[in-house]
């Protein structure tokens, strides 16, 4: 890691309750990287990514964004998230919705950078369109658009292309992260698919089951753009076995407590 | 007329639209052969004797009518700006909540045709009573749905805004606000007649002009044609206003949130005190009413304070036998106003289960049930008064009827509520109607009954005290009216208070035994 880190996280810990969901943990994320947390389902990696964004409040430790905390970056409108579900708001167009973030964040309203963004995310002509008249796609590239029109410095995904089917799922792995990476934001992006983290990262972080801890910290340079075809090449594969292989051992480490139930 | 009804596909709409107009037909002709059989009894006047005394009085019926939907439009407004002001302080400081809830329900269960002739008094001559009673039989019934309206969204939209640094301001502006227009609308919707009526109990107890005067008037002179003609001009404005706020609320949501259960959002409710609670909202109850008095700096005479009504019940030589005509009356009230409640609430649960074995039945049913509940009950009682008499049936009959109608709509909208999958589930399972009904539906139907069943509550209580007000002579609600003509105001404010406490029990009983079902049989719904 060349970049000096924008997000360092110190002895960050979560604890709902009795539940510990994030065991204490240090992390540094380099400014301009995207990052891939993968881990089995319920892990805690959303947390991480919530107490990032300042979402939840750290049982133990901190986090810091550019030495400052979350909230300080959030009042900057410096930080975008993307949920797993579109999370548009139904009375609002694709415009209004991406319009709505710049509002939100206190920025000036540039209607013909907007148009021309959510031409780029491939809404060319939905703009005035409502979100329930959209594709599951459709909705998370207008998440997307709106994720990206604020042009922030850290870009949160959490699962940005769950709630859609496998297809649409590669077509949007192809189209848009080129648009975040070419706007250098510190990009997390948490994801089940070894093979999306593996395409669109710098860097995977392996979780092991909940209590989440890193098991594995895989760095990925492979050449971008990355284009669909990379999924054969060699380079690529080995990268997969090793972060699936490491996910394997993590999630070893939970199941005799699962075959003990 | 069937304003709830979804928009008919192309080819229905001629067919929606001739359906009520036969069924209208049907009701007329019938009421016309039922007049004529009782004709002489002074009960029932036809409705070509209504049309005939509307066409000969059509100037005073229009001034008395323009008068009341003056104030109850007046009333409206002031209701429905304080449901909404006080939604939005319960939202923006949750901690407010349930001592702001609980205080909208003290002051909704305060028996309107007592707190009129008080009003009157405090106000002097003029529109004053007439409004405000109009405001608080409102600003409940919207409050409730709203509040629940401005927390239905999902999670991520509000973390949504709170990602871009935002707070609760922008949450309302931004989500809730939009989130909640399905909910304020079916709270104007329920409002509307409602206002019409808090208007008309107030021309009831003593006005000078409108529809509650004529009323009453018509009542003294056993005049059947006028009391008719003002029960039905009350009813079809009322559910004329009805449906145009529920065309008002299509046309303003065109894109309509999905019909979400509140989020649990439950931050400042987490310490659940309901003794502390209650304490707290009793005090601060207390204090709002010494400081009103004390503000206006009332008279003492008919301003009474805490202390006096406390004086009045437990400590004047007199007290016990305040304590003695109050309690006796209460008991007359009872004897009434539970078979009625309980009556209204069977039937019409039991109507609505019956209807989903017979579907055919429920899409009549329906659009004919949801424009009846738009007639404010309490504006008929005189014909209740006419039709059944001064004894107990015609009084139980209208309380009974009073809760009927919102709980039938209610239960038929919960049942719809079924889980389309579920239902499949025992499909497959060739389970009959009877066992999807007993396993799906019900369990669906609970939420919306118990709904119905806290607010019929302070309804009936206000059906029962108006038609003892008028007519029957007995029970709290004459105890109420005798008190106010011979300005006994010690015992109108005991009433006052003793009442309004009741109904607050009645309807948190109510609350208790549904909390404790619906965590046994819909715990998903438990969680706001």
């Known amino acids: 890691m060349t970049e000096p880190a924008e997000i360092v996280c110190t002895g960050l810990a979560k604890s709902f309750g009795a539940t510990e969901v994030v065991r204490p943990t240090d992390l540094a994320f380099a400014a301009g990287q995207t990052t891939a947390l993968v881990g089995p389902s319920g892990c805690g990696k959303s947390t991480l990514l919530r107490l990032v964004a300042g979402l939840e409040t750290p049982s133990a430790g901190e986090v810091s964004i550019a030495g400052a905390p979350p909230a300080e970056t959030l009042r900057q409108g410096a930080l975008s998230m993307a949920f797993q579900d579109p999370s548009l708001l139904p009375w609002r167009t694709v415009r209004g919705n991406v319009t709505l973030a710049l509002k939100l964040a206190r920025q000036p309203v540039d209607a013909e950078a907007i148009s021309r963004l959510i031409e780029l995310v491939g809404l060319g002509g939905f703009g005035d369109t409502r979100p329930a008249a959209l594709s599951g796609g459709m909705r998370q590239r207008a998440a997307i658009a709106r994720a990206m029109v604020t042009r922030p410095r850290v870009l949160l995904l959490d699962e940005p292309f769950g709630a859609v089917d496998e297809l649409t799922r590669q077509q949007l792995a192809e189209d848009l992260p080129p648009l975040w990476e070419a706007r250098g934001a510190t990009t997390l992006l948490v994801t089940h698919s070894v093979s999306e983290a593996v395409m669109l990262s710098d860097r995977v972080l392996v979780f092991s089951g909940r209590p989440a801890r890193v098991v594995a910290d895989i760095a990925v340079p492979l050449d971008r753009p990355r284009r669909a075809s990379l999924s054969t090449d060699p380079a690529f594969l080995a990268r997969t076995s090793e972060v699936s292989e490491a996910l394997a051992a993590g999630m070893a480490e939970t199941r005799p407590r699962l075959a003990a139930q | ?528």
């Open chain 2, 1 to 528: 007329m069937n304003a709830v009804a979804a928009d008919p596909a192309p080819s229905r709409r001629v067919g929606a639209f001739v359906e009520p107009l036969l069924g209208l037909a049907v009701i007329l002709l019938g009421w016309e052969l039922a007049a004529r059989v009782l004709a002489g009894t002074f009960i029932l006047a036809s409705p070509l004797e209504v049309a005939r005394y509307l066409a000969q009085n059509t100037g005073l019926m229009s001034r008395a009518l323009a008068e009341t939907l003056g104030n109850a439009a007046l009333g409206f407004l002031w209701g429905n700006l304080a449901a909404v002001a006080l939604a939005t302080v319960a939202i923006l400081w949750p901690v407010t909540q349930r001592t702001l809830s609980g205080l909208a329900l003290l002051v909704f269960c305060l028996p309107l045709v007592a707190t009129g002739p008080i009003l009157r008094v405090l106000y002097g001559p003029g529109d004053g009573p007439q409004v405000t009673l109009a405001a608080m039989a409102v600003y409940y019934t919207t409050y409730v749905p709203l509040l629940v309206g401005l927390r239905a969204a999902p999670s991520s939209w509000f973390e949504l805004i709170r990602s871009y640094g935002r707070g609760r301001g922008s949450e309302l502006v931004h989500v809730r606000a939009m989130a909640a227009l399905p909910y304020l609308f079916a709270g104007l919707q329920i409002a509307a007649p409602a206002a019409f009526l808090g208007a008309m109990v107030g021309e009831f107890t003593g006005a000078e002009r409108g529809m509650g005067v004529l009323t009453i008037r018509a009542m003294r002179a056993l005049d059947v044609p006028a009391t008719w003609a003002l029960a039905c001009t009350a009813a079809a404005v009322s559910i004329a206003a009805y449906a145009a706020i529920g065309a008002l609320a299509r046309a303003l949501t065109k894109a309509p949130p999905p019909v979400i259960l509140a989020s649990p959002d439950t931050s400042g409710l987490r310490r659940n005190k309901p003794i502390l609670n209650a304490f707290i909202t009793l005090v601060l109850a207390l204090a709002l009413w010494w400081g009103a008095m004390a503000a206006f700096d009332l008279t003492p005479f008919f301003a009474k304070r805490p202390g006096d009504v406390l004086e009045a019940l437990l400590l004047a030589p007199d007290a016990a036998q305040t304590r003695t005509t109050l309690l006796a009356a209460l008991g007359e009230t009872a004897k009434l106003v539970v078979p009625g409640y309980l009556a209204g609430l069977a039937l019409g649960a039991g109507l609505a289960t019956l209807l989903t074995l017979v579907p055919a039945a429920a899409a009549v049913a329906m659009p004919l049930a949801v424009s009846l509940r738009s007639v404010p009950i309490v504006t008929t009682a005189p014909l209740a008064v006419l039709l059944l008499g001064r004894g107990p049936a015609g009084t139980i009959t209208l309380v009974a009827v009073m809760v009927f109608f919102p709980t039938f709509v209610a239960c038929l909208h919960g049942l719809r509520q079924a889980p389309g999958q579920i239902l499949d589930v025992l499909r497959s399972y060739a389970a009959g109607p009877v066992a999807r009904l007993v396993h799906v539906r019900l369990p669906a139907m609970l939420p919306a009954f118990f709904a119905a069943a806290r607010m019929g509550v302070p309804a009936s209580v206000l059906a029962v005290t108006v038609v003892e007000w008028l007519g029957t002579g007995q029970g709290v609600g004459a105890l109420m009216a005798l008190s106010a003509s011979l300005s006994d105001y010690d015992m109108l404010w005991s009433s006052i208070v003793v009442v309004a406490l009741v109904s607050v029990l009645g309807y948190a009983g109510v609350a208790w035994v549904e909390a404790r079902i619906l965590s046994r049989y819909a715990a998903e719904q438990v969680a706001r």
